[in-house]
């Protein structure tokens, strides 16, 4: 079965700092361009950030920019998002995606406080 699982989320201040983890399974994760998501309450998904699948090509939504990097460990089937300077409007759902799979995390609960 294929399994992506999401870790890292929580309750962070504003200017604080975060890193998300997608634990891969059940996929040639190295063949993959991966990407995170979020979903935030009464909006749609949307995309925050891409890899490619050898890690060389990134790509983040312009309000992350500058303060987010995706990152991925092909040895260990990890994908990462680090967040830093986090805002209140950065608060979602985070999504863990194997982008052409079209296979979906769970997610994992990013709140920001003021």
Same mark, same amino acid.
């Not at 979602?92 to 982008?99: G, N, R």
């Given at each position: 079965?294929?399994?992506?699982? #999401?870790?890292?989320?929580?309750?962070?201040?504003?200017?604080?700092?975060?890193?998300?983890? $997608?634990?891969?399974?059940?996929?040639?994760?190295?063949?993959?361009?991966?990407?995170?998501?979020?979903?935030?309450? !009464?909006? #749609? =998904?949307?995309? /925050?950030?891409?890899?490619?699948?050898?890690?060389?090509?990134?790509?983040? !939504?312009?309000? /992350?920019? !500058?303060?987010?990097?995706?990152? =991925?460990?092909?040895a260990?089937n990890?994908?990462?998002?680090?967040?830093?300077?986090?805002?209140? #409007?950065?608060?979602?759902?985070?999504? $863990?995606?194997?982008?052409?799979?079209?296979?979906w995390?769970?997610?994992?609960?990013?709140?920001?406080?003021?």
């Open positions: 079965q294929v399994q992506l699982v #999401e870790s890292g989320g929580g309750l962070v201040q504003a200017g604080g700092s975060l890193r998300l983890s $997608c634990a891969a399974s059940g996929i040639v994760f190295s063949i993959n361009a991966m990407g995170w998501y979020r979903q935030a309450p !009464g909006k #749609e =998904r949307v995309l /925050v950030a891409r890899i490619s699948r050898g890690g060389s090509v990134t790509y983040y !939504g312009d309000s /992350v920019k !500058g303060r987010f990097t995706i990152s =991925r460990d092909n260990n990890t994908l990462y998002l680090q967040m830093n300077n986090l805002k209140p #409007e950065d608060t979602a759902m985070y999504y $863990c995606a194997a982008l052409m799979l079209n296979y995390g769970q997610g994992t609960q990013v709140t920001v406080s003021s």
